[in-house]
């Protein structure tokens, strides 16, 4: 088996069957088998698959009895997959070419690769954030602090997007669509389980390059990410508190496994100090995005006192 496709459900299974069908639609010259993880979702997974595709040997489906996250969800795929690699890819996404193969090629081609993945697409097929080429760091937040500045100038425009034909190396791959050698899944224990959702690809990038290899970006492989719009049809911003407190944790548990405690100390007050410029420079130009470094910002000070994080 060339690729294990690992799908994670949260009542989104109108998504994972628009996914799966854009997969047999432009997948082809390599075997893979399609595996998805119910997080405990009120969907009626495998009744809603059988119908959609039948008896299809290809698709296999697990529900879990608890919701369990994002990396746990994924890390209970792989082991159930056969696959040489395995690809991460989230259920809100639509495969634009046949991508699977593009990357499975390229780490077959590569071997100093250990993580690989496309560039996305939104939902007007622009282009939108497929990889960082910084890891979280007082260089990352002093970028934050200068609206990225930093990062746009430095690399000129691909910061996190490819906009060349060239595959470069990057920090780490968005976990929309993240492709990883089984082997190098297994050696450094697949994703860290202290994530529950946001970060723990980022985590999962630095694991392996500390290993020796190489996370890199293919261009030539196209997917759209239809991630939900910021604001609603009538102009209101949309703010999921709850997302936002799983990002926040995220960010803090990376910092707390993998930097050092005087260097966290420091990105974390230049990362407070970008929060509130930009929401007193967004409230000035009347821009409703303003709303969401005020929930940014009440998320930290709450983490921060539930985990003891400076």
Known sequence: MDVSIIIINYNTINLVIDCIQSIK????????EII???????DNIETSIQEAFGSDSSIQCYTLQDNIGFGKANNFGFTHAKGRHLFCLNPDTLL????????????????????????????????????????PSVCWELSV?????????YFHGNENFNHSNIPIEVAYITGADLMIRRN?????????KGYFMFFEETDLCLKVKNCGFKIVNVPQAKIQHLEGQSYSKNGK?????????????????????????REVRLANLIYKLALYLNMFTFRLLNRPVWENYKYRIEAVKEISKEHHYS
Do not use: Q
């Open 25 to 32: 639609e432009f997948t082809t010259g390599i075997s893979y």
């Open 36 to 42: 998805i993880v119910d997080n405990h979702s009120n």
């Open 96 to 135: 634009l070419n046949n991508a699977i193969k593009i990357l499975s090629d390229y780490l077959d081609n590569n071997k100093h690769v250990g993580i690989c993945g496309g560039n996305l697409y939104d939902m007007k097929k622009k282009p939108c954030h497929s990889f960082m080429r910084m890891m």
């Open 145 to 153: 602090l200068t609206f990225h500045k930093i990062e746009k100038a």
């Open 184 to 192: 190098i899944a297994t050696h450094v224990g697949g994703y860290t």
């Open 237 to 261: 911003i949309n703010i999921n508190k709850k997302s936002i407190k799983f990002w926040e944790e995220g960010r803090l548990l990376f910092y707390k496994l993998n930097v050092k405690p």
